[in-house]
């Protein structure tokens, strides 16, 4: 498994159309039909001409669809080996979607260590719609099916974990969820597909913020989800028509052009984490260091199976468990810049507790073992040298 350099992920085989690379760059694209641009442009317009009603080039209403926004959902599809992609304005209007298909009195399972907006969005507004979820450690496949009732419908995955960065079975899991009826969503935006392609594992629906590495620039704010159903498809569809959930063409231009070096970026992000974890593992001041990449890691095993590198994000905490001293060391970067968000170019730094995942209650936290000392780094894909330095000093300030 987890060569340091491969050409095609798990899940290209020879029946595949082409390499991960070369599916990131032309895949759901051709030179403009209207002028011969060889980058698909911005249709940067909400309507277009029909010739008598309904009769149209495929296109009626940007709300409902886009010809920047179909290239970009044909190159989604593609990446994840999947029938359909289907775009959003952003990764939490996919998980609405998602979640207005169900009906009131439906169950989610979900992970119990997930992104803060997704548990927000569960906890806050869809709880409240008579849409429960059980959150769980999903380490254990028995325990998630233990959780099942007869009206789950859906069984939520995040693998990586956000933020402890833990491992979950995606093959196991989905087995045992079909085998009750419920659908496997997964939210594969730390991996990228080019790391982990979860369809392939069983899953029904991935999930992407695509404002992370799909992108890769930190310049956009965009969604996706992918699917094979074309049942799943069609009611997605129909909730980005109904309530509006379209990401605009601009975004979509970017999205695409980040998609065109995400198997460049992905090499240098996995290759810079997998140093820093171990410089960070070694050194006194840190407690544990959560990178699926060490075999210290108990996920380690089970990434080397579903996985082809083991990513960019790395989550660690103190020795002594010291809030005060995680903040002077997210105080004292240069090259990590403190901010939400992950998956771009740049390294970032952040403090989950009181950032990315402030909206969890503390106690849920806690229960977790989401400590005040965590910190997680986005590995960017600087000069690894500079942000050995970089973390070397701050760590040396506590
Ligand atoms: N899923 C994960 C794992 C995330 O980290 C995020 C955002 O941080 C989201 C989903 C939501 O994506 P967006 O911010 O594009 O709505």
Redesign the pocket.
């Known amino acids: 498994m987890a060569s340091t350099s491969h050409s095609n992920p798990p899940g290209d085989s020879e029946d595949a159309p082409s390499g991960f690379g070369t599916r990131a760059v032309h895949a759901g694209q051709q030179p403009d039909p209207a002028t011969g641009a060889v980058m698909t442009p911005i249709y940067q317009t909400s309507t277009y001409a029909q010739e008598a009603p309904g009769e149209h080039k495929g296109h009626e209403y940007s709300r409902v669809s886009n010809p920047t926004r179909s290239a970009l959902e044909g190159n989604l599809a593609a990446l994840e080996k999947a029938d359909h992609g289907i775009a959003f304005s ?6 609405d979607a998602i979640m207005k298909s169900l009906r009131p009195g439906d169950h989610v399972v979900a992970t119990d260590d ?5 548990h927000r969005l569960l906890r806050q507004v869809f709880e409240p719609l008579n849409i429960e979820t059980t959150f769980v450690d999903m380490g254990d496949p028995k325990a998630v099916e233990a959780s099942f009732t007869d009206d789950t419908a859906l069984l939520w995955v ?1 693998t990586p974990t ?1 933020p402890l960065m833990r491992i979950v079975d995606i093959e196991a899991l989905s087995e045992r969820a079909h085998a009750h009826g419920i659908t496997v969503a997964v ?1 594969n ?2 991996a990228t597909p080019y790391l982990q392609q979860p369809l392939l594992h069983g899953a029904d629906l991935v ?6 590495y799909l992108g890769g620039h930190s310049d956009l ?3 996706a989800v992918c699917t094979d159903s074309d049942e799943w498809a069609e009611r997605l569809r129909f909730q980005v028509k109904s309530t509006g959930a379209s990401p605009g063409p601009m975004d979509c231009f970017l999205t695409l052009r980040g998609t065109k070096t995400l198997h460049l970026r992905m090499e240098q992000h996995c290759a810079n984490a997998r140093r820093l974890a171990q410089m960070l593992n070694a050194r006194s001041e840190v407690g544990r260091v959560r990178y699926p990449g060490l075999p210290s890691h108990p996920g380690h095993s089970l990434a080397q199976k579903q996985m082809s590198d083991y990513g960019g994000m790395i989550s660690f905490e103190l020795a002594d468990d010291d809030m005060e001293k995680a903040l002077a060391i997210l105080d004292a970067t240069d090259v990590f810049t403190l901010a ?3 998956g771009g170019v740049e390294s970032l730094i952040e403090h989950p507790a009181s950032m ?1 995942h402030a909206s969890i209650p503390a106690e849920e936290r806690r229960k977790i073992g989401l400590t005040d000392s965590l910190i997680r780094l986005s590995v960017g894909v600087e000069s690894f040298d500079d942000l050995r330095d970089d973390l070397d000093h701050a760590l040396s300030q506590v």
Request: proline share 0%.
């Open positions: 952003s990764g939490v209007a996919g998980i997930l992104y803060g907006g997704t995040e956000n939210d935006t730390f999930l992407h913020s695509a404002t992370k704010i965009l969604g939400e968000s992950l990315t």
